[in-house]
T-cell receptor, first 111, second 114 residues
Framework: GQSLEQPSEVTAVEGAIVQINCTYQ??????LSWYQQHDGGAPTFLSY????GLEETGRFSSFLSRSDSYGYLLLQELQMKDSASYFC????????????FGTGTRLKVLA | KAGVTQTPRYLIKTRGQQVTLSCSPI?????VSWYQQTPGQGLQFLFE???????NKGNFPGRFSGRQFSNSRSEMNVSTLELGDSALYLC?????????????FGPGTRLTVL
């Protein structure tokens, strides 16, 4: 089967840097995406890695290594508003699934 | 540009009933996907519609079905509701060709089955 594993919860303080990992077992995919979801809200797109390496978007960066079956989301200069759940997701190259989402990581930012 | 809208936002049903949820994608988006979100299972892909055809399908029983209209609006139907169907149902729309592969999610319909 195909699965993406994430830590269930991460806690950090304001201003810090935090890394949320995503390890996967999947036969093949076009790219790795990251989404943010605040409590009671809809998931919103953060980043996409089609190729190995680092993608930077403001305070957020995302990394993919296909050889290591691993990716991560890096959040810098943490703010209270970053407290949310974060999901990685892949769109497989085969099978009938359009997207497979990771288990999700709840990030708590402390003052 | 208006975002993805879903109706109704909240729904309470009893076991055995059926329910229809509606999703209006962002104007110009022809792909609509549906997801079930529960605390235990996370975000699970149900199906995707594109140009009124089901293009992808997740691993859900046949009680879950959907359709898409010519204006790209989509509905999903769940028949013979079970307690385990209680969840947040999200739809997401996307452009067919997007270099960032971005999906835009609606606010969801929270379904409670009693």
């Amino acid at each position: 089967g195909q699965s993406l594993e994430q830590p269930s919860e991460v806690t950090a303080v304001e201003g810090a840097i935090v890394q949320i990992n995503c390890t996967y077992q999947t036969s093949g995919f076009y790219g790795l995406s990251w989404y943010q979801q605040h409590d009671g809200g809809a998931p919103t797109f953060l980043s996409y890695n089609a190729l190995d390496g680092l993608e930077e978007t403001g305070r957020f960066s995302s990394f993919l290594s296909r050889s290591d079956s691993y990716g991560y989301l890096l959040l810098q200069e943490l703010q209270m508003k970053d407290s949310a759940s974060y999901f990685c997701a892949v769109n497989p190259t085969s099978g009938t699934y359009k997207y497979i989402f990771g288990t999700g990581t709840r990030l708590k930012v402390l003052a | 540009k208006a975002g993805v809208t879903q109706t109704p936002r909240y729904l309470i049903k009893t076991r055995g009933q059926q329910v229809t949820l509606s999703c209006s994608p962002i104007s110009g988006h022809r792909s609509v996907s549906w997801y079930q979100q529960t605390p235990g299972q996370g975000l699970q892909f149900l199906f995707e519609y594109f140009s009124e055809t089901q293009r992808n399908k997740g691993n859900f029983p046949g009680r879950f079905s959907g359709r898409q209209f010519s204006n790209s609006r989509s509905e999903m139907n769940v028949s013979t509701l079970e307690l385990g169907d209680s969840a947040l149902y999200l739809c997401a729309s996307s452009l067919e060709k997007s270099s960032y592969n971005e999906q835009f999610f609606g606010p969801g319909t929270r379904l409670t089955v009693l």
